[in-house]
């Protein structure tokens, strides 16, 4: 069982950065692949970024390609997502999401574990 807990949201302009977290319990989290989803009012959530059990493999949307950033520290059981240049279409609730398989993808069938959310606003 795992259970994620995102932070790090907020309101910021555009042009800015937020680093939101993912953090998560289980000793076999370090197993798994973590994706970042968003969705923003009256938009399907969709898959932002991913990155494999090992850190070595990553997935990225072409809208956020050079701006966005995901890493993670196993040791410490948590995921970041680094948010640069941020545009107001940006703004959204972000979910982590944990898969069992460790796969980067962005397909949200394989993520079992979902976090709470954390809003993320970016004003124009």
């Known amino acids: 069982q795992v259970q994620l807990v995102e932070s790090g949201g907020g309101l910021v302009q555009a042009g800015g950065s937020l680093r939101l977290s993912c953090a998560a319990s289980g000793r076999t989290f370090r197993n798994y692949a973590v994706g970042w989803f968003r969705q923003a009012p009256g938009k399907e959530r969709e898959c932002v970024v991913s990155i494999d059990w090992s850190g070595g493999s990553t997935y990225y949307a072409d809208s956020v390609k050079g701006r966005f950033t995901i890493s993670r520290d196993n040791a410490k059981n948590t995921v970041y997502l680094q948010m640069n240049s941020l545009k107001p279409e940006d703004t959204a609730i972000y979910y982590c999401?944990?898969?069992?398989?460790?796969?980067?993808?962005?397909?949200?069938?394989?993520?079992?574990?979902w976090g709470q959310g954390t809003q993320v606003t970016v004003s124009s």
């Open positions: 999401a944990a898969s069992v398989h460790g796969i980067a993808t962005r397909t949200q069938y394989a993520y079992g574990y």
